[in-house]
């Protein structure tokens, strides 16, 4: 095919897909990085403690891998040891699965967009709770999905009825995103009752659950309830992570879904990063060989519930009266409300400004319309005991000026 | 809200999204497995040699980062000095660009599905060769998106002319997708003039073109061409990779993209999977901090052109009249175009059988509709010298026998 047109000489400009319009940059993602100046006591951000990884067993898991296993660094399927682990993990949880069922993801957040993308249609709809995770909302954006909020109750977790009654009103969700524990960032976790009604619905509507549940091992109180993937296997997805419970830096999790699901999961994965690293999947592999995660279990569970219940008892010390908050049984967030006049925007700018010191004002996870002005979350699991003490006297402060 | 409506008893089927109705496997990835029997010369993959890979040097890297830095396991905006590194290796490709215009993502495969996301609607148009790399279809499948199907001369590469044509007929596609260098599965690369074209009708149609290199630095010819990015920038999007240059399993690359779209880059990136390793992100900084890239890059060029030249070379001498082939100037494949009448999915069946050798049938890497059966890629990149001699000598005897 030969052609004689001239290309013509004016420029025209970038034309963007239309999603990208409305496309905002996290809130959450915002905020961090204004807060995290030198000199601020913060307990914004979400991260897990640097101090607590595993850094000596895991870079010896590595060196182990990379002396002794010429495919570490090469491409390849997804690594049966490691899914091999995760099924004994998973039993731990409650969840009975097979190797064919786990579904190995960069990271949780990916696993979360191979199903958005295996479930939501372009405007379809999704059913996710009035304020929660932000990188959920990013994953839908692109299909321009409808959002259908669910309350929560700070106590039970995920309002059920309201499900219900959106699905008995014709709604037809391309899924319900819910975090079974110590959920983000509410500190929630749902009651056992709801969890036995939610796989009983997404039996019953069709509806898929995409169950989050990256604080599932970090529970401080001696005893946790199984996921919700535990009470009932059929359209319950469920999302693992090593993010929390070894290091972010790994980017490894896991779905377990139904086995006649792999291949179009498989598809979706390898469109969006051919696969996940397999030299990091051998190396948390070694790691788990070497047994080591019980004990850093145990020490991660014992030293965050130490943080947690000193944050509690600062806040009961330093609070006013009238400000009340959650009280998590794992994970890494208290959740507290404050007085409906108050805005926290600007409550964080003078916390920061006047006692350098720094929160997450709740607006930050709240869907389109949802009000979410008077509420904070607070981080326990990034700061030293004196730091939380400190810090917590200084919000005290803040707080009794408001 | 109270709701008393009780949960209907009967199950409803999941309903997954549309477009996963018609998806297919890639037909490279199942042909993969099946010719990766023990005891077959296989010419399939596409994978370099791991004989080859700085396991070594990166193991102590990766050592050194994680004795010394606090941060490498944790969560963390992209590592400004890998950044760096990226620049003056994109200098060395004589692509001008700043680390602000320098996007880190999880291998090339995410920086295509984080482009197709930025620039393609629902049902969009995108440009892509009758014959290419599976992984672009993959990354536009979810949007159904029209392929226009562009031919390319096995000389000089993409039609220029067929890409005018269809700009110039009314066709607006979101974009054009090119390999600059060592074309997977053709071996071609584009010729200057076409470059220096392509950059004008990217500017003068606003046509975005996504370049896609990772074989840039594997020319084995003691010179190359300059990416299209360095002709010109405006619509140009770079994706580079340390896949084919360090090894796959680090899944890291990155995008040269204007400035102005790093904050909606940054938003797709993260509901992807938030973001790049940090760990690995430092490990190869680390790695290219002790200056062994140069080395590492002459000795896989070294390698690499002498098992290409073998293959060229046992080809012109087991290779029946009437078959033909490029001649790759990098990379990794040559392809081979077969008498008509010819069909090499047929024809593999017969080699596996009846000499143990396999290569990837054409129509693997065709679009729809794109005729492709009397094609073959052969793998030159990941065979021993006595391998190659050895297994192309087998080919030769199957195609003497078609």
């Known amino acids: 095919m030969i052609s004689a047109t001239p290309i013509p000489a004016t420029a025209r400009p970038l034309r963007l897909a239309g999603w990208t319009t409305g496309m905002q940059r996290s809130v959450l993602r915002q905020m961090l990085a204004v807060v995290s100046q030198p000199g601020i006591l913060s307990f914004a951000g979400g991260l897990p403690a640097p101090d607590l990884f595993p850094t000596v067993d895991y870079s010896a898991a590595m060196a182990r891998v990379l002396q002794s296993d010429a495919s570490a660094l090469q491409y390849g399927p997804p690594f049966r040891p490691l899914k091999r682990h995760i099924v004994a993990l998973m039993a731990q949880r409650g969840v009975a699965c097979s190797e064919e069922q786990i579904f190995l993801t960069t990271g949780a957040q990916q696993a979360l967009d191979v199903l958005s993308r295996l479930l939501l249609d372009e405007g379809g709809q999704v059913m996710l709770e ?165 004990a850093h279990l145990a020490r991660l569970r014992e030293e965050y519930g130490r943080r947690r219940d000193t944050m509690l008892a600062a806040m009961a010390r330093h609070f006013p009266s009238g400000v009340t908050w959650t009280r998590p049984r794992g994970g890494m967030f208290v959740w507290v409300t404050l007085p409906e006049r108050v805005d926290s925007t600007a409550l964080l700018e003078t ?52």
């Not at 030299?279 to 592999?285: H, I, N, P």
């Open 130 to 294: 009035e304020l929660v995770y932000t990188g959920i909302r990013q994953v839908v954006a692109p299909c321009r999905a409808e959002i259908l909020s669910i309350p929560t109750d700070l106590e039970t977790g995920i309002d059920v009825d309201a499900v219900i009654d959106y699905l008995e009103t014709g709604a037809r969700p391309a899924f319900l995103y819910a975090i079974p524990d110590a959920h983000n960032p509410l500190g929630v976790s749902i009651a056992e009752d709801k969890r036995r009604r939610l796989v009983e619905i997404a039996a019953a509507y069709g509806l898929p659950i995409i169950e989050d549940d990256p604080y599932g091992f970090l529970s401080y109180d001696g005893h946790s309830l199984p996921p919700i993937r535990a009470f009932g296997e059929a359209n319950v997805f469920y999302v693992g992570s090593f993010s929390k419970i070894l290091a972010p830096a790994l980017r490894l999790g896991w779905l377990v879904a139904p086995e006649e699901l792999a291949a179009k999961l498989t598809v979706i994965k390898e469109a969006g990063d051919l696969e996940s690293s397999a030299l990091t999947q051998r190396a948390v592999a070694a790691y788990l060989d070497a047994g080591h995660l019980p």
């Open 351 to 402: 916390a920061v400004e006047r006692e350098r010191v720094a929160f997450i004002p709740g607006h930050a996870f709240a869907g389109p319309g949802v009000r979410a002005g008077n509420y904070m979350r607070l981080n326990f699991s990034n700061c030293c005991l004196a730091d939380i003490e400190e810090g917590i006297g200084r919000l005290g402060r803040v707080l009794e000026a408001i």
